[in-house]
Structures are given as C-alpha cells and as structure tokens.
C-alpha cells in the first residue's frame, strides 16, 4: 500500500534495485497478435528451461538479493507480422517467429553463453540483410517511442515494473500542483486529441474544472473501432497503467472523481489487462480515496461495448455507458458541460491520455521540442496493408509519409509502385504519391482533404482498384450508420448502390454526377463524426482517382483489373495441350473443344468465375 | 420436459445476473453481455423478463438488443467464428476465406448459423491483429494468416473432437 509520494519514491527504489538484479531479461510478447502465433507457449517453455537452471529471478521475488534472469510477458513490440517476438535485455536481440522448440537453444546460447542464436533474427525479405538488435531495424531506428516506450519492455500485468521505470511519478508530480495549473501544464504543451478530432485537451479539461457540478466524469475511449487501426489495444495491452495514471491526473486537474474506460468487446486481452491493472493500482492505493495523501478520490470502471462503431463518438459512447442506444445528439450542450450522465465530462481516447505522464514528466516546454509547432509530440500509426513491414510504429508529428512508408514500412512488396495511402480509417480520406512529402500532422493533413483520424494506414499498391475501395468503405459506414439522420442512413445506403453499379459496369455519367452530389449531402446533412465524414473515402478518390471511375463507366474497365465484372477469359492456342480440364470444372458449359487440340471459351456463357485457370495445368487460361 | 428445466433454470440465472449489477438500468448492456454468454443468445421471453424485472419497458430493453451488433436474437452455435473484415484483411484476401467456410460449414445464402448449431460464421470489422491479416476468431481463440485450407481444418479439428456432426454426411 502507498500512501504517500514518499512511499511511492521509496517502493520506485526498492523496484529499481530488484529490476537491476535482472542480469537477462527474456521478454515474451503476449499481444493479440503474438499469442495467436503460439507466444504463450515460448514463455512457458523458456520460463521453465531458465528456472530448471535455478537462474530465475522476478520483481516479486525480491528476497535474498540473487541475481539472475527474468522471463516475462510483454506487451506488444508493434512487429506482430514476425511473431511470436522475443527480446532479449540488455544486448537487444530481437528474435522473431520464435517456437517453443527454440527455447532450449536460446537458453543454452543466449542466455548461458552470451551468443546471439543466428537463424532467429530478423532477415529483411527484399534485401536479405540480417539484424542483431531491435535499435539496428530500419523499422524502428527512424521511430520515436514515448508513448509506446514500455510497449515490448515491461510486463503489462505487473504493477511493480512500472513503478520501478518511474510509473505514477507524474500523478505525484501532479499532486503538487493546483489542479488549474496542471490544465495550464497541458494546454502549454498544446496536446491535441489523438482520436482524430485534435482538440485541445487542456481546453477540455479547464473548461470541466471551471464547471459547478455535484459530480464530474473522466471517461477514456478506447472504442477504436476503424478497421485497420490498433494503437490503442496496443497500448492497454502493453501498458494499461499509463492510461490509468493519465486518467487520474485528468480527473484531479478537472475536478472529476470517476473514470470510466470505454472499451470495444473485440479486445478481450485489453479488457483483462486493464481490470488486473486496476486491481493493482486499487491494491497499491493509487485508486480509491486520498490517493498518495492528496486528498483527492479517484476510481475507474470498464464499460464493454457491444459492437458499434458510432459509439466511437463522444455523445454516443456516453449514451452507451449510460445503458441505451449508442446514437450521438445534437450539440451543444458540449460534453464538457453535459457529458455522462448529464454531467461534465472530460472525454480523451487512449493515447491522448497515454501523451499526459510524459507530459507532466518532461514539462511542457521539453513536450514542445517534438514534433511540429502546431502538433507537438508524436503520433502513433498502425501500418498496414501491401507493405513490406506491417506494424504499429510511432513517429513525431510532421514526419512525412514518404518516411513512415518507405524508410520505416520497407517500402511496397514486390518492388510494386504506391497507388494510395487509405488514412484515418473509413472516415479519413486518402492520399497518393504526390503526398509524399506532406508533413503528417493535424493540419496538412486537413488541408490535404484527409484527416490523421485514430492513425490507421493502410497503404494500396497499383493493383488496387480505388472505386472498389471507395465501395468497401461505403459499405461499412452504411452498415454503421445509427439510423439517426436520414442522410447518413438512405444516402450511405444510396451511395453504396451506384459504386455497386460503377462496379458491375452499369452505371452511366449521371451516376457519377448523382454520386458526388449524394456525397455533398451526407457530408452537410449528417449530426454526427460518422455521417459528417462517412462520404469521405468517395469525395476522396473521386478527387484523385477520377479517371479509374471514368474508365469503368466509360470505357467498362477496372484499369487495376480487379473488378470481376470486366475481366474476360481467353485460352491461349499456343500454350493449350487440350487435356479438357477445363471443360470439366467450368459451371456453365462455356469451354468446348477437341482433345489434344486448343480449346475456346464461348464469352458469352463466361460467367468470369475463374476455375479454369485454377486448374488449368500450363497456365493457357489467361485473363485480358 | 428437458427444455422445461432449462427454463427454470435460465430465469434462475438471469435473476442473479441483474441482482449482481444492483438492478440498475444503467447496467443494461452488461446484463444482456452476460446473459448472452450464458445462452449464446437473447431469447425473448428472457428480454420481457429483464424488463420486468427491472421495471424499464420491453421496447427499451428490445432497442438495446437490437441496436449493438454483438447481440443476438436468434440461437447461435456452440462455435461463432468470425472472419475478420476490416481493411488490412480485405486486402488481404478475406473474403475467399469466408466463401471457403460458407462452404465448408454448409451454409446457404443468408444462413449464418448450422442446422445442427454447431457453428455460427460472421463478419467484423477488425480485431486489431491487422499484423496477422487474414484474422480469423474462434470464441475466444485468434487464428493469424489463415488460408481457407487452414480453416478448413480447424474447422474437422473442431468437428473432430465434438465427436462428428450430427447428422455426418461423409461417414
């Protein structure tokens, strides 16, 4: 139990010093997307070589003061394509697609010996370079991790190991200022929301300090609900006590004593993570009433979600903890003065909450040095789609996107060229190669018609058809939308069904003239962040790709060749042996021919589904 | 006569349920997470009773239910599998993993869940393990980098060990 800064120093200490007596630290990701990989089953089989050799030690054992070797879960490194990932402290190795029947080899080696076991680290696929450490990586040498600095580095479940690396220091810090003066710390340092809207979140606290109510709200959202996106589980799976520490010191500076974490229901590690973290942080006396002798209370409650992407926004998301429907209302009142519960409420996502310990630590003077003027510090990005390193990266604000895809991403498999960069998920926007060289912040971004949004990325090669991509938006936001506004609800519905129609090569001009004034008019007729931006990905690529719509309303071509529906099938003559395969799987007697000789396909009993050229044996079936 | 005691005991169950989150209507989605993960569904009669017993009206109880995704008015199977869909999976060939389940689990246009309610196929968004696109999940276990021949043999793993379908076609 802490009950005062000075235990808490003194506990940092203690900690600190048992941590030391970790010679070797072997850490196991146990992420979502390492467990999958079978990472739970390398810690078990490491952890029982290690302790086999009477060489384990952890933080709780703290007795006696050996010294020896610690092998401890993670959270997640942000490499989740080359797990199971083991790390290895203090050399650095970083061990990827790592099995359980490697383990007595890098006991014997790496820990017994000191030698790096090789054939385990990372071999850059396109140029077949090795890498010894994790700072070696192209991947994560040009990345800056604050907010991820203990993701990969400490075991989430482990209150003490936060604590030793300085955890909860800001809360105390915190404590000795006013809580005006916090706000004033955070609205100088120019913190801005990283769910995408890039409020000031030193504005919204002041304004819910300044507010009189009986009782006040800290909720955080972790309702990350953009497909593609996954900084925030990565952060309250690999260190959920940032997130908590953030909180409590937004609840002090506003004057709220209860918080509550909104987190969606496809995160069951994140919800297990935070509740243990919680627990502890209840255990420790760093949640409950006079925390650290301050005389402020504090606690936090998860609220599941139940799988809607709407609750995502602010209004929403109260009605959601509130137990009705998740639809936004109109606003004002702001939820800074009516939010949960009719309350003020002090309403972040996870990373923006994650940015206030570093805040506190570093001051806001030394927070300004990163980044932009405008954006200071970093941002987190999730990486993903046709690039060479998949990935959760961090990079200061301003880092353009030529940097984060080529020098960081590994650049597009294939030595293929860059057709689009899909950001901020269904409701951003997207950019192409002349972006390149755009500052990603708040701003440019805003001006380039996209928006940073939560920071999903995903990158498209050439061989992207953009008006499909354009329709795979729409039709999530159409399945999304609360039903609220007629515009969002029929003109999502509406719009989905002329890119369905440009798609299958039966729209006309019109459709396109019909198309962006549609879009207009979800964008101006919508109450919410949903519908206001749901039109995006169409106003977009319309902006950028106009020429692929064109060419399959015009000339009835997918230029990417994606679009089922313009693709035609013809046997090569010189290439078919006439084995008949073919003409056994085709569905609709479209092939015919005699053995031995070449055989044609009738174009217009083609129904384009491919299965002869799947099971044609010399490849004589070629698409044009 | 079997299904009679399941009732009794489902009210039984459903009572301790709302009793633990104090009766309170601001508890509403928790209660109906957890009634449903007891009976893999929300049955009707157990919504009118929630709202009975709760004194909040049916048609609040039944917006909730049918607003949020994750809930289900109909049975679903013993295994829900989910094929992810979000972007990173769809460019990485997702939706051929879901037309190889479909067939695998022998399911007709529109029909998500098995005759013999075994398995239950479903779309989302994303998990957030884009890293390990295609995403597949099983209950609660993520299956990463799934081709339709992998999920086809989880799926006779699954089948397997349940000791076969129901009604086994193949013998």
Redesign the interface.
């Known amino acids: 139990m802490i009950r005062t800064i000075e235990d808490l120093y003194n506990l940092h200490e203690d900690y600190k010093e048992a941590m030391n007596r970790e010679k070797m630290k072997i850490l196991v990701c146990a992420g979502t997307g390492c467990v999958s990989s079978g990472s739970l089953e390398v810690y078990e089989a490491l952890k029982e070589i290690v302790q086999e050799k009477e060489l384990f030690v952890d933080i709780d054992l703290m007795e006696g003061g050996r010294e020896g070797v610690n092998v401890s879960p993670s959270g997640c490194h942000g490499f989740c394509e080359m797990g199971p990932i083991v790390r290895i402290e203090p050399q650095g190795y970083f061990y990827v697609r790592v099995s359980e029947i490697d383990a007595p080899e890098i006991v014997e080696k790496t820990v017994e010996n000191n030698e790096v076991v090789e054939r385990l680290l990372y071999r850059n696929p396109e140029t077949g370079e090795i890498y010894r450490t994790e700072e070696s990586m192209p991947f994560y040498g040009k990345q800056k991790r604050l907010v991820l600095e203990h993701c990969g580095k400490i075991n989430p479940e482990n209150i003490k190991e936060y604590i030793a690396l300085g955890g909860y220091q800001a809360l105390a810090e915190a404590f000795e200022m006013t809580p005006e003066e916090v706000c004033q710390v955070v609205l100088k340092a120019k913190l801005r929301g990283r769910g995408g809207g890039g409020f000031p979140a030193g504005i919204k606290w002041d304004s819910v300090r300044k507010e009189h109510a009986g009782q006040k709200y800290v909720v955080c959202n972790g309702d990350e609900g953009d497909p593609g996106a996954f900084m925030d589980r990565s952060i309250m799976e690999g260190d959920p006590h940032r997130v908590i520490e953030g909180m409590i010191i937004a609840g002090y500076a506003s004057g709220a004593t209860k918080g509550y974490i909104y987190v969606r229901a496809e995160y069951p590690l994140a919800v297990k993570r935070l509740q243990k973290a919680i627990q502890q942080a209840r255990e420790f006396g760093l949640l409950g009433e006079n925390i650290l002798d301050s005389g402020f209370d504090f606690d936090i409650k998860i609220s599941k979600g139940a799988g809607a992407f709407v609750c995502g926004e602010g209004s929403a998301l109260t009605a959601s903890i509130e137990g009705n429907r998740g639809m936004p209302r109109t606003r004002p009142p702001r939820t800074v003065q009516k939010g949960l519960f009719q309350k003020p409420t002090v309403l972040n996502n996870v990373e923006t909450f994650a940015n206030v310990p570093l805040i506190i630590l570093y001051g806001a003077d030394n927070y300004l040095k990163i980044g932009t003027k405008d954006s200071p510090g970093t941002k987190a990005f999730a990486l993903t789609g046709n690039i060479v390193n998949t990935g959760l990266i961090e990079v200061p604000m301003g880092t353009t996107l030529r940097e984060v895809i080529y020098e960081i991403g590994g650049g597009i498999p294939q030595g293929k060229k860059l057709k689009a960069v899909q950001i901020g998920g269904p409701s951003g926007g997207c950019l192409t190669s002349e972006h390149l060289d755009l500052p990603m912040d708040f701003d440019s971004l805003d001006s380039a018609g996209a928006m940073i949004g939560s920071g999903g990325l995903v990158v498209m090669d050439e061989d992207t058809c953009m008006v499909e991509v354009a329709r795979f938006f729409m039709d999530f936001t159409q399945k999304e939308s609360c039903g609220k506004c007629v515009p969002c609800r029929e003109g999502t519905k509406k719009i989905l069904e002329i890119l369905e129609k440009i798609i299958a090569g039966d729209a006309t001009m019109e459709d396109i003239k019909l198309l962006e004034e549609l879009a207009e008019t979800v964008k101006d007729g919508s109450l919410c962040g949903l519908g206001k931006t749901a039109s995006n990905p169409v106003l977009t690529t319309l902006r950028y790709f106009r020429d692929e719509y064109i060419a399959h309303v015009k000339d009835k071509k997918c230029p990417a060749g994606v679009c089922q529906a313009f693709k035609t099938y013809y046997i090569d003559p010189e290439v078919c042996k006439g084995c008949s395969k073919c003409v056994r799987v085709c569905p609709n007697n479209a092939i015919s021919g005699e053995i031995k000789k070449p055989f044609s396909i009738d174009a217009e009993k083609c129904i384009k589904c491919g299965a002869c050229v799947s099971v044609c044996p010399f490849n004589a079936v070629k698409e044009g | 006569m079997a299904a009679k005691q399941d009732f009794k005991r489902s009210f039984q169950r459903v009572n301790e349920i709302i009793e633990a989150h104090g009766r309170n209507?601001?508890?509403?989605?928790?209660i109906?997470?957890e009634v449903q993960e007891e009976y893999r569904y929300l049955p009707e009669e157990i919504l009118n009773y929630i709202a009975t017993a709760m004194r909040i009206s049916p048609s609040k109880v039944f917006?909730?239910a049918t607003?949020?995704?994750?809930?289900s008015l109909e049975p679903k199977g013993k295994y829900v599998v989910k094929v992810c869909?979000?972007?990173?999976c769809?460019?990485r060939k997702s939706t051929a993993l879901l037309n190889a389940l479909k067939k695998k689990l022998e399911l007709k246009e529109g029909q998500e869940t098995t005759q013999d309610l075994m398995f239950t196929l479903e779309t989302?968004?994303?998990?957030?393990?884009?890293?390990?696109?295609p995403?597949m999940v099983i209950n609660?276990?993520?299956?990463?980098k799934v081709t339709p021949e992998k999920a086809e043999k989880i799926i006779d793993e699954i089948i397997k060990e349940e000791g076969g379908r129901g009604n086994d076609q193949d013998h």
Request: aromatic share 14%; charged share 15%.
């Open positions: 209507p601001v508890e509403l989605i928790s109906l997470q917006g909730v607003f949020y995704e994750n809930f869909d979000g972007t990173a769809h460019v989302v968004s994303c998990f957030g393990a884009c890293g390990l696109a995403v609660d276990e993520v299956y990463g």
